[in-house]
């Protein structure tokens, strides 16, 4: 069996248990398969799904990016702040400012590791600390409120078009866009031979740190993205907001099958495995469980996960090596 059917199988084999989650707990508790219900489910996943597939371009070049809560908190506190500071500013200018200051952050951290050298876990879980710190200097402690920001600022995100938030709308945008970058252009193919094998790839004329600065700069543009949305949805901004996504997010990539070995990883299953974590999060509580056990039952499916994934990385990595070596040497 080839690797992109090892793929699609993990795929569709997660597909199917979190069918059979619903299913499940839709027996115990029959509300949670109303479709007021599933679209309350896909709008708290939305975020995370954004966040899931620009981790997903950084773990493929054998990076991590620790630092993408904190990207979000900071750059959901400025435009807060800014909001706060001239409510009249138009919403498409605030996206326009949140989806810069994430691209900064993302920068430095691409600069941190491309060019200083600072191996990615050492270099984000620093700037996460810089960049929570920062936003304690920023408000002093203090917290933003939706006293402090204006309607058309917290309307946007749960505005609907067609019967979808705009949340929603953005979360399916930046999949298919990230769906194409990664399956049809060739720098996104070159992702895949940098992680599968960064001396081949050196080999093959890949600039390895033009790569790395160019997911770094994803990863904090969705970010910065993201911050705004989760300020606005929640109308509150502070220092320790979205404390631990982080962890959330990689655990999403994990279960989805992207590999912390580089190489591997689609949008498809990074989806699912965002999706998965979000049904976990809203149907236990459902069903009763307490807190206490919704942790043991998150932190074992994700060792389970990575079980999984140790035992089908290396046959799945021959063939998306390859297919990424014949893109990277394609004319340029």
């Given at each position: ?181 990664l399956n049809f252009t ?48 929640y109308g509150i901004a ?95």
């Open positions: 069996m080839n690797g992109s059917s090892i793929l699609k199988r993990r795929e569709a084999s997660l597909a199917l248990i979190i069918v059979m989650v619903m299913a499940a707990v839709g027996v115990r508790a029959p509300i949670f398969l109303a479709p007021a219900t599933q679209l309350n489910v896909l709008i708290d996943t939305s975020i995370l799904f954004m966040l899931v597939l620009g981790q997903t371009v950084v773990l493929l070049t054998r990076g991590i990016d620790l630092s993408v809560a904190a990207n979000l908190a900071l750059t959901g506190m400025i435009v807060g702040l800014v909001a706060r500071a001239a409510p009249g500013l138009p919403i498409a200018a605030v996206i326009g400012l949140a989806i810069a200051v994430g691209l900064v952050l993302g920068l430095i951290n691409g600069f941190l590791v491309a060019v200083v050298g600072i191996p990615p876990i050492v270099a984000t879980l620093g700037t996460l600390a810089i960049y929570r710190g920062t936003i304690f200097i920023l408000d002093g402690g203090a917290w933003l409120t939706q006293a402090d920001m204006s309607k058309a600022f917290l309307h946007f995100p749960n505005a609907t078009l067609l019967g979808l938030p705009h949340m929603v709308w953005l979360a399916i945008v930046v999949s298919i866009a990230m769906w194409v970058f060739r720098r996104g193919r070159m992702l895949y031979a940098v992680g599968g094998n960064p001396v081949a790839a050196r080999y093959c004329g890949i600039d390895l740190a033009r790569q790395q600065l160019l997911v770094y700069a994803i990863s904090g543009m969705i970010a910065g993205l993201c911050g705004y949305l989760w300020v606005s949805r502070y220092v320790e907001l979205a404390s631990g996504y982080e962890m959330t997010v990689i655990a999403a990539c994990v279960i989805g099958g992207v590999s912390f070995s580089g190489g591997i990883g689609t949008v498809p299953g990074a989806l699912l495995g965002g999706l998965f974590l979000g049904i976990i999060a809203n149907a236990l509580p459902v069903i009763g469980v307490s807190p206490f056990w919704q942790m043991a039952i998150s932190g074992f499916v994700i060792l389970t996960a990575v079980i999984v994934n140790a035992r089908t990385d290396k046959p799945a990595s021959k063939i998306i090596l390859s297919e990424a070596k014949r893109a990277a040497v394609g004319p340029r």
